[in-house]
């Protein structure tokens, strides 16, 4: 249970690592004062961010091990799977995919009904709130890890349905990356939220490290090998589950 603002990380060394990271490239960025040449942050930066996703009946973190959740650093913590993760994000992806390119046959395998989202159209929230719910399903207890699934789906689902052109969907391959980007940006601002925004910064350096950390979470996520069959929910599943590993294989490496 917590709130991002208050929520000081699960105690792992992936955790610790990854808010070490972000600590002294913010730092970095507030002490070189707005307008300065940029402090860039690297995505070998980010890579600790995969340790928190435990494989599977697996533990979460990478180098040195550290359990998940209850006893992770003392307190307890954010008990992320690669599979949950996965699992929502990707039927929320879906689900957008669907709808925005016409496929009724995916949107009933959701539970979801072309024509009520077509008329929840002029209602982002209406229409977003359906996707959400489909994809994760009834708002759980208000833990640290389903409000990042729920804002995952929240976040995918409408950049499915703004990117591209009117008539160009964005195609799978950059649905499944966007969609692990922001897997992986929302997962390090729910481990740092509470160094980020603990008064000690500009407002400014605050604000600009946030989006940095967006960008930097989409090229990480360009550097996952993929492999995409096709835009159905279990494919657009299967991808954003595998790149996740495989991501996760790379922060273990020695």
């Avoid at 300065?36 to 995505?43: D, E």
């Avoid at 959701?110 to 399903?137: F, H, K, M, S």
């Avoid at 640290?144 to 969907?169: H, K, M, N, Y």
Wanted: aromatic share 4%; glycine share 14%.
């Amino acid at each position: 249970m917590g709130t991002k603002g208050s929520y000081t990380g699960n105690g792992t060394p992936a955790s610790k690592q990854l808010q070490t990271n972000v600590t002294q490239w913010l730092d970095a960025l507030a002490g070189s004062g707005p307008g300065a040449p940029a402090q860039h942050l690297s995505p070998d930066q980010l890579l600790p961010a995969l340790g928190l996703f435990s494989p599977s009946g697996g533990h979460a973190d990478g180098p040195g091990g550290g359990a998940v959740g209850a006893g992770a650093g003392g307190g307890g913590g954010a008990q992320r799977t690669i599979a949950q993760s996965s699992r929502t994000a990707g039927r929320a992806a879906a689900a957008a995919y669907a709808y925005r390119t016409g496929n009724v046959q995916a949107l009933q395998e959701l539970g979801l009904n072309y024509a009520d989202l077509q008329a929840a159209a002029g209602d982002p929230i209406d229409w977003t709130r359906r996707i959400v719910d489909a994809a994760c399903g009834p708002l759980a207890d208000g833990t640290i890890e389903d409000q990042e699934r729920r804002f995952v789906a929240s976040e995918v689902a409408q950049w499915v349905l703004e990117a591209g052109t009117d008539s160009t969907p964005p195609s799978p391959e950059e649905v499944v990356r966007e969609t692990l980007a922001l897997i992986i940006f929302e997962a390090v601002i729910g481990e740092t939220a509470a160094g980020m925004n603990d008064g000690s910064r500009p407002a400014w350096a605050t604000a600009d490290g946030e989006r940095q950390l967006r960008e930097t979470a989409r090229a990480l996520a360009d550097r996952a090998s993929l492999t995409i069959t096709g835009p159905s929910p279990a494919e657009i599943t299967r991808a954003v589950e595998e790149g996740i590993g495989a991501m996760r294989s790379i922060w273990m490496e020695p």
